[in-house]
């Protein structure tokens, strides 16, 4: 028998998180059926939509993410005992599960991707769902061409820092807004982007005029509000923007929101396209996502950085200090 522990959401989310929010569960498992395998988990993710779609699940619910583990026992001959598979089965130490299923559906359980020696944890990070949101997103609804301009929120996190050193890898001009001096420097003088500001402490506007002169081409917008009306409005007339996430609004009441600067006139007059999307528009694809990525760290075109929290008692505190913006690069706990 396995003991098994797992974080339940047990009250619906108001602002910011509370631990009470949560509560672990301990069980037993049951010895696995015919198809099924035991997995060990080794490393869980953190990320903001677990903030975000805390209002769409009715509590209690078990805290989902994606994670990385270890085949402990297995009855599916295809995953042996040993085999590394990435799941959505969240902030759980043990779970017992039936891989594949529907290869297009966020619940299947998959092989870590081919990683050629590089850390299993960038399976739940550049080689996972954050990377695959970052290539598809940005390539796919910016179309970006080389020698263009390009802004991108939430610059030094897990999606923003991707974003970034794609458009450097396509050959554009790169600005980035994170959230402080150190992300700063990390970005400009480690990952090359072009012109990193701190959005806490700089005129947006300004810092806008003065870096990109001739305006932006795309905008990739992780943080919504009023950043990204500001960013909008220096956009070049057939500019395009990728809304990939709100994170600015996440901890505020849905209805009420914080307000922003009006946009219709800037996609009017600039003739602007504007595109949402849910990474999992392009699930099918994510393995060519992952070839592309695998193949840029080998070859140090792409740098990825982890801000590892330890232990699995510490991981509400990884999710809130991820959502206070402790974390350089992607948010992840060892268990
Ligand atoms: P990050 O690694 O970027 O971590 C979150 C970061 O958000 C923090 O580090 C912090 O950095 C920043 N932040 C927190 N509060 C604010 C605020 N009020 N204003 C501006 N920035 C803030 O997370 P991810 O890379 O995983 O996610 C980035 C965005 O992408 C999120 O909006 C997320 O929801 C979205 N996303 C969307 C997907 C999709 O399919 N559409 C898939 C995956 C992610 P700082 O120090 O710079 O403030």
Redesign the pocket.
């Given at each position: 028998m396995v003991k098994a522990r797992k974080y339940v959401v047990k009250r619906a989310f108001q602002g910011l998180p509370k631990r009470e929010d949560f509560e672990v569960v301990e069980s037993e498992l049951p010895p696995i059926s015919n198809g099924e395998i035991l997995v060990k988990t080794e490393w869980v993710s953190v990320?903001?939509?677990q903030r975000?779609y805390n209002s769409r699940y009715p509590t209690p619910y078990d805290q989902f993410s994606f994670q990385v583990g270890v085949v402990q026992d297995s009855k599916d001959p295809r995953y042996p005992v040993g085999t590394r598979v990435v799941s959505h089965r969240g902030w759980c130490d043990y779970y017992v599960g039936t891989p594949g299923g529907t290869e297009k559906s966020l619940n299947s359980t998959y092989k870590l991707p081919d990683l050629k020696g590089l850390s299993p944890s960038l399976g739940i990070g550049a080689v996972g769902?954050?990377g695959a949101?970052a290539y598809f997103?940005f390539l796919e609804i910016c179309k970006p061409k080389e020698g263009e301009t390009v802004v991108v929120?939430?610059?030094?996190?897990?999606?923003?820092?991707i974003v970034g050193q794609i458009a450097k890898i396509k050959g554009c001009r790169v600005i980035g807004?994170?959230?402080?001096d150190d992300?700063v420097q990390w970005l400009e003088k480690e990952l090359g982007f072009d012109k990193v500001f701190n959005?806490?402490t700089v005129d947006v506007n300004k810092a806008l005029k003065e870096a990109a002169p001739n305006g932006v081409d795309c905008y990739f917008d992780?943080?919504?509000?009023e950043?990204s009306s500001i960013i909008i409005k220096n956009m070049n007339t057939y500019g395009r923007v990728s809304?990939?996430?709100?994170?600015?609004?996440?901890n505020e009441d849905a209805l009420e929101g914080p307000k922003a600067s009006i946009l219709q006139p800037s996609i009017v007059f600039k003739e602007l396209k504007l595109e949402?999307?849910?990474?999992?528009?392009w699930i099918d694809r994510w393995p060519e996502a992952f070839a592309d990525l695998t193949k840029w760290i080998l070859s140090g075109q792409l740098k990825t950085r982890e801000h590892v929290t330890d232990g699995f008692d510490n991981i509400y505190d990884a999710f809130i200090g991820?959502?206070?913006?402790?974390?350089?690069?992607?948010?992840i706990v060892r268990i």
């Open positions: 990320d903001p939509y975000a769902m954050p949101t997103g929120t939430g610059a030094a996190g897990a999606v923003g820092s807004f994170a959230g402080s992300k959005y806490k992780n943080v919504g509000g950043i809304v990939c996430g709100s994170i600015s609004a996440y949402g999307f849910i990474v999992s528009r991820m959502l206070a913006g402790e974390n350089t690069g992607k948010a």
